[in-house]
């Protein structure tokens, strides 16, 4: 069995965090490097002033040679400059001497020479760390003469100015010399707070994605997952959301939508309403199939039943030669109702708009009586009395334009499920009602009716209003009449008759 790939959930969350990261490292290297270059320019400029003010301090509070303090105050100064900038004061006379300083790293002190004056044994700036060129700098301690002189030189700031100036002779300096890279966990975060905003940023980012992917992608996971339970087979399944698992589905066309209309919803709940719907109707359909199976097996069974009896009645001799010819018509009627259930059967929409509309203008008054004949058998059978009446505004001739066969077919339909549903000893009525542009046609019975529910559907491909009656039929005659009708342009309806209770088909036929 092979594995199943990532799920649409995985998927999501992997593309959307992966380009989410790819934006958070672009952004966070080029805001960090832009913060880490300008902070560093801010050292260098904050060290580059302290040197030239100390420088000046130190020049005032000195001997005329530059050798020695001759105010003591000035290491107040050096002090607190060394706590605002945290960085080591050297101060070095003219004779290359340190004679003060606030500190000096432990790597750098094995290598600096003392003076031979035994008295002080001051340190000795070396030669090449001297501020020779008399200006005032503060670079990268690896760009300077201390790059011998101090621990990994590229991770140090050294800032200098000359203490006076006596042309070109080495007048002594102020040197600050201090560590840039973090060497406190409260210095990291400071120097890396552009990087550390960004990472908190992301993980926020991932955690909002996630959230969000879950309630994106459930509803299409729960689609994906239903959709293949219906390929399978199981019409029941439908996609639940939500935590009480709600199956939401669309509201049916006859129903008023109330102020939580569905429109109103997100685009991933209307498709879920919508498939919901889809597969209820699918199901629907499945079942009005089977019914409609076993309807036309019903029907089919009787007359074969009847015709197989007869004959073989006739052939065994129980039925006398002298009845033959009333058994035979017998046979004959059942196999047109055979034949007529046959064609039922395999009619369908399809080859119906296949067909061409042969329209030609027609006396409609005469029409429907050549109509009210062909039913007499059926009428006789139940005792139901079809009466006419046509709209008494015209005169004369009363025109119609249409396909009279399928039009025919139509107003048979509509008459033989009225005569169908009425009582024995029943009332069946065509009405017209004469209108601008066209005629209505309106066929009533005193049966039953129609259910308010049931109305909606009635049109509908195999569908039985009454079920529970037994009722013989296929279910198509009234959805072939809308489909015939709907052909040429014009509407049909289905409603309750006021005068007798029973159901009432009205349709339109087109004027010349």
């Not at 004779?95 to 003076?115: F, H, M, V």
């Not at 050549?370 to 005169?395: A, C, G, W, Y």
């Not at 709907?486 to 349709?507: D, P, Y």
Request: proline share 3%; with cysteine; hydrophobic share 40%.
């Amino acid at each position: 069995m092979k594995p199943h790939g990532l799920s649409i959930y995985a998927r999501t969350l992997l593309t959307i965090s992966a380009a989410i990261l790819a934006v958070f490292l672009i952004l966070a290297f080029v805001y960090g490097t832009v913060y880490n270059v300008s902070t560093l320019n801010q050292r260098k400029e904050e060290l580059q002033r302290y040197a030239q003010e100390l420088a000046l301090l130190t020049e005032r509070r000195m001997d005329v040679s530059h050798t020695t303090f001759t105010v003591s105050d000035i290491t107040g100064y050096l002090s607190f400059a060394t706590r605002s900038t945290s960085a080591y004061i050297w101060v070095v006379n003219s004779e290359n001497e340190i004679i003060y300083n606030t500190g000096i790293p432990a790597d750098t002190i094995g290598k600096l020479e003392r003076s031979e004056d035994g008295l002080r044994a001051d340190y000795l700036l070396p030669e090449e760390a001297r501020n020779t060129g008399h200006v005032v700098y503060c670079q990268s301690g690896n760009q300077t003469g201390f790059y011998d002189l101090l621990p990994n030189p590229t991770t140090w700031l050294v800032a200098s100015a000359p203490i006076g100036t006596r042309g070109d002779l080495y007048t002594g300096e102020v040197l600050l010399l201090r560590r840039h890279s973090s060497d406190t966990f409260t210095t990291w975060l400071v120097d890396n707070n552009v990087h550390i905003s960004f990472a908190i940023g992301y993980i926020v980012s991932l955690a909002i994605i996630i959230w969000l992917s879950r309630n994106i992608t459930n509803p299409i996971s729960a689609l994906a997952k239903t959709a293949n339970s219906v390929y399978r087979g199981d019409l029941t399944a439908r996609v639940r959301l939500g935590k009480d698992r709600k199956t939401l589905t669309l509201p049916d066309h006859h129903e008023e939508e109330d102020t939580e209309s569905p429109m109103k919803e997100d685009d991933l709940t209307r498709l879920v309403r919508t498939f919901n719907t889809l597969i209820a109707k699918f199901e629907m359909r499945e079942s009005e199939h089977r019914e409609f199976l076993g309807n036309v097996s019903h029907d089919l069974r009787t007359p074969v039943t009847s015709i197989s009896g007869f004959i073989e009645g006739m052939r065994d001799g129980t039925i006398p030669k002298d009845k033959f010819d009333y058994y035979l018509d017998i046979i004959k009627a059942e196999a047109d109702r055979l034949e007529e259930l046959i064609n039922t059967l395999f009619e369908q929409t399809d080859s119906m708009e296949s067909q061409e509309l042969k329209q030609t203008v027609f006396n409609l008054n005469q029409w429907i009586r050549r109509v009210q004949v062909s039913f007499e058998p059926m009428l006789h059978e139940k005792n139901i009395h079809l009466l006419l009446s046509f709209d008494n505004d015209t005169k004369g001739e009363v025109k119609a334009v249409g396909d009279v066969g399928q039009l025919t077919r139509v107003l048979n339909n509509i008459v033989s499920n009225a005569i169908r549903f009425a009582p024995r000893g029943g009332l069946v009525t065509i009405s017209t009602k004469v209108e601008e542009r066209s005629i209505c046609i309106i066929v009533e019975d005193n049966g039953p009716g129609i259910s308010h529910d049931d109305i909606p559907y009635v049109f509908d491909r195999f569908y039985k209003a009454d079920k529970s009656r037994g009722q013989e039929g296929s279910g198509l005659g009234l959805y072939i009449a809308r489909a015939l009708i709907n052909r040429h342009g014009q509407s049909i309806k289905a409603g309750v008759s006021t005068e007798l209770g029973g159901a009432r088909i009205a349709f339109t036929v087109a004027r010349p």
